[in-house]
Nanobody
Framework: QMHIVESGGGLVQPGGSLRLSCTVSGFTLDYYDVAWFRQAPGKEREGVSC????????TLGDFVEGRFTVSVDKAKKMVYLQMNTLKPEDTGVYYC????????????????WGQGTQVTVSS
């Protein structure tokens, strides 16, 4: 069973930065692509960014605009999302997700998700 826990969310002013963390257990990051998604209030969940075990990154949302960077530390079993130049429209719950066959190039949603971490961008 893949277990995922996100952390690092909070309240930040526009233009600020946050680093989200995704801690995984029950599997190794040596073999599986992992993606970040987000869901804003009243909107559908959307992809943010995805990373392969070798560190290849796929940007899933046009809104990233070079502001967000995903990284992986396989030894620590963690995936990070560094978010810079945050905007109020970045407010939402951010999720980390994967499954045994998920690929960054897939349009299908992964099966295993964390509980999410709330990001609020407001002055």
């Amino acid at each position: 069973q893949m277990h995922i826990v996100e952390s690092g969310g909070g309240l930040v002013q526009p233009g600020g930065s946050l680093r989200l963390s995704c801690t995984v257990s029950g599997f190794t990051l040596d073999y599986y692509d992992v993606a970040w998604f987000r869901q804003a209030p009243g909107k559908e969940r959307e992809g943010v960014s995805c990373i392969t075990p070798s560190g290849v990154i796929t940007t899933l949302g046009d809104f990233v605009e070079g502001r967000f960077t995903v990284s992986v530390d396989k030894a620590k079993k963690m995936v990070y999302l560094q978010m810079n130049t945050l905007k109020p429209e970045d407010t939402g719950v951010y999720y980390c997700a994967t499954d045994y066959v998920y690929s960054c190039s897939s349009s299908a949603r992964p099966d295993f998700w964390g509980q999410g971490t709330q990001v609020t961008v407001s002055s």
